[in-house]
């Protein structure tokens, strides 16, 4: 049987950074709330001109050379976005594999949110399992910049912009594959978090320019509470269906979207300071982008080596929620 192994990791950071001050001179707010209620003091946004893929194809390149393959050993590429470069067609991955000059690979986009991540990890996971991929090139990618509302200070505190990426490859050696992945969702929370213009359930006409402006809504409060619940209570699941300690794992890498959320997650499952990684601080939330990006600083900072044992849990906007307990695999 095929098994899958997270070879390697890549991200891409824009330059400019926009900084709690900066906010404050754009909405009624300040450096200290915003750092007290969400531990973010700054986070990284495009230039105009930079789309989602432009980011999602910087970090491919760089997971891509990273894992040792030539380019056209990937058969297969899935991009996690919900600020896509074009919201109907081409999909992003599409346009990504066109940047790459990847030929014939097979390309779609998923919409899960911040859970983006872990979902298409599982989808990876499970086409080369069943034998039908060998190498899944995996892409976090977000401009959450182009959907944010800069006059509304409960949302445009939280964003930034990024992508991360990773390749995923067939294996026969057992002790290199990804343990497991949990994912769900709940579609009665669905009004917590969206972008409620733009789409066929909009009720602005898709052409009158009031209604396109596609922007995310939040009902703040209600989501940390479900947040913290819902992450806990994963990853509970996903170690005690494997047999595994809390204190097996080496890097516990959540969704970057709260330095609260994460604090409560991790004192829940009686998790070291160490085991924590945190981005949060310097990148926001980026969504789909924010747990490859969050790997990939512990990579290029060295504190990721080989066979150490990841867990990942994500949740976001539907709502969704996903967990994945991920050996660090790479061929070199
Ligand atoms: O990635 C997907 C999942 N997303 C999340 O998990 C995000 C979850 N939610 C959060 O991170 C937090 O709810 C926020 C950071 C968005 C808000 O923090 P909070 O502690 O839940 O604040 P709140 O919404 O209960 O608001 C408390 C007060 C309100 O004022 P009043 O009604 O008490 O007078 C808000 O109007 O804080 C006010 N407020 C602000 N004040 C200064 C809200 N946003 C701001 C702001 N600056 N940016």
Redesign the pocket.
Known sequence: MAYAAFRSIGAYVPEKILTNDD?AKM????DE??TK??GIKERRISKKEETTSDMGTAAAKKAIERSGLDISEIDMLICATISPDYFCMPSTATIISNKLGLANVTSFDISA??TGFVYILSIAKAFIESGMKKNVLIVGAEKLSAITDYTD??????FGDGAGAAIISATENKEEAIIDIHTGADGTFSDL?MTPNGGSGSIHDALDQEGAGCFMQ?K?????K??VRTLTKDVVEILEDNNIESSAIKHFIP?Q??L??IKAVGDALKMKDEQVVLTVAKYG?T?GA?IPMAINDIYEQGKLKKGELMLLDA???GLTWGSALVPFSPLK
Not at 27 to 30: G, I, L, N, Y
Not at 153 to 158: F, S
Not at 220 to 224: D, V, Y
Request: overall charge positive; some cysteine; aromatic content about 8%.
């Open positions: 906010l909405v009624d707010t300040t709330w915003i209620r969400t949110a911040c200070r409960g949302t445009c505190i939280l978090l939040m703040g409060n209600e989501t940390f479900v947040a969704h979207a709260n609260r959320i939330n969504s924010s949740f976001g906007g």
